[in-house]
């Protein structure tokens, strides 16, 4: 089992109200307030997950500075109150930012007994296959 200290689980209580409040506010039709907080606990829990410079390094890295101008931008489109553009700016950057992990996540579902058949059905077996070469280029 890994051991964290108090400090990741500090923060990983922070990201998962943060993914909650993002979730919840989407569900209530875009409600700014509940995705300001989202945002807010979501970088806020993913520095404290990761520490401060390893999470500077990783939005900072120069071949990642157009992802990292989507999120960060989205989430300050969010705070001065146009929710639905925000939103859609930082999914774009997320999507930009964590590609390099998607392969691995669906390496793990795949190994969980009923989504792992599902992923391994010949149509969306096909369409992963065909990620992780555009990953592998990227």
């Known amino acids: 089992m ?3 200290t108090d400090s990741q689980k500090i ?17 209530l ?17 993913l520095s404290f997950v990761i520490g401060l410079e390893r999470t500077f390094r990783f939005f900072f890295q120069k071949h990642k500075m157009k992802a990292t101008s989507f ?3 989205g989430v300050f489109v969010v705070l001065i109150g146009w929710p639905i553009i925000g939103v859609l700016l930082e999914i774009y ?11 691995v996540v669906v ?8 989504l792992g058949s599902i992923l391994n059905l010949p149509f ?4 992963n ?10």
């Open 2 to 4: 890994i051991s964290l």
């Open 11 to 27: 923060g990983m209580g922070l990201t998962g109200f943060g993914v909650f409040f993002l979730f919840f506010g989407m569900i």
């Open 29 to 45: 039709f875009f409600d700014k307030a509940l995705l300001a907080i989202g945002n807010i606990l979501f970088v806020a829990g």
């Open 71 to 73: 999120f960060l931008g």
């Open 93 to 103: 950057g997320f999507f930009l930012l964590f590609r390099g992990f998607f392969p």
């Open 107 to 114: 390496g793990f579902i795949r190994r969980i007994p009923v």
């Open 124 to 127: 969306i077996s096909a369409i």
């Open 129 to 138: 296959q065909t990620a992780q070469i555009n990953a592998m280029v990227i």
